[in-house]
């Protein structure tokens, strides 16, 4: 009994398209972030406790988001840290504009 022919050798692995589409629409989501972002700090004219105003607000919403794409793929390496991430980057901003607001020391107490 004769040995079947060992098959030819492929080529270069070329990656599926669903990882090239699924690494390209991360590319995007991270050129649109780096935007938002650079927008609030370098192109609007706002002052410093409104940059982190807007910061903290859009990185809350961020982190809602990340988080709500945990809790539907229970993705612990990637999903879970950039959610606790933005929600750290929003609460720093929230506080760093309530402290370097223009109120007097009791209104920056209650808030």
């Known amino acids: ?3 079947p022919p060992a098959p030819a050798p492929s ?3 070329v990656p599926k398209l669903s990882t090239t ?14 935007a938002i972002f ?4 370098f192109v609007a004219r ?17 982190a809602l988001g990340f ?14 840290p950039l959610a ?12 760093g504009s309530i402290f370097t607001g223009g109120s007097n020391d009791f209104a920056k107490l209650i808030t």
């Open 21 to 34: 589409v699924l690494l390209a629409m991360g590319a995007i989501a991270t050129i649109v972030l780096v």
């Open 67 to 80: 988080y709500m794409m945990y809790a539907a793929t229970h993705d612990r390496t990637i999903a879970r």
């Open 38 to 41: 650079a927008y609030i700090l």
């Open 46 to 62: 706002l002052r410093l406790d409104e940059q982190l105003w807007w910061t903290g607000l859009a990185s809350m919403i961020f």
């Open 1 to 3: 009994m004769e040995q």
């Open 84 to 95: 606790g991430g933005f929600f750290v980057v929003g609460a720093g901003s929230f506080y």
């Open 11 to 13: 080529g270069p692995a």
